[in-house]
């Protein structure tokens, strides 16, 4: 399994950026899908993540970002995407894209990092 994020970079306060994490590798029918992110010192965080099964699929947003970040899935090209409106200082980092090949469950596990099996490199977001 691979992951591969792309669409970090610099950004003004209240600026906008969406981030891409192709992937690559997944075989079951069930997975779930995450965007986390981490910052020198600090534990990695949750911030958005995405259940998809064949037919259905569902999404968990961390309360800090709620109504500022939306995930969603582009099945047909195997991309993940974290789009990113109205940022905050605070949100920078370097995010991560994480992948895990079941139905975690509950939002508090979906954004727990050690739910995820496949991780990948990360791509830094500034904000200032």
């Known amino acids: 399994v691979q992951l591969v994020e792309s669409g970090g970079g610099s950004v003004q306060a209240g600026g906008s950026l969406t981030l891409s994490c192709a992937i690559s590798g997944l075989t079951y029918k069930r997975n779930t899908l995450a965007w986390f992110r981490q910052v020198p010192g600090q534990a990695r965080e949750g911030v958005a993540a995405y259940y998809s099964a064949l037919v259905t699929a569902s999404t968990s947003i961390a309360d800090p970002v709620q109504g500022r970040f939306d995930v969603s899935l582009d099945k047909a090209n195997n991309t993940l995407y974290l789009r990113m409106n109205s940022l905050k200082p605070e949100d920078t980092g370097m995010y991560f894209c994480?992948?895990?090949?079941?139905?975690?469950?509950?939002?508090?596990?979906?954004?727990?990092?050690?739910?995820?099996?496949?991780w990948g490199q990360g791509t830094q977001v500034t904000v200032s």
């Open positions: 994480a992948a895990v090949e079941k139905d975690v469950g509950t939002k508090l596990l979906r954004l727990r990092p050690s739910s995820y099996t496949f």
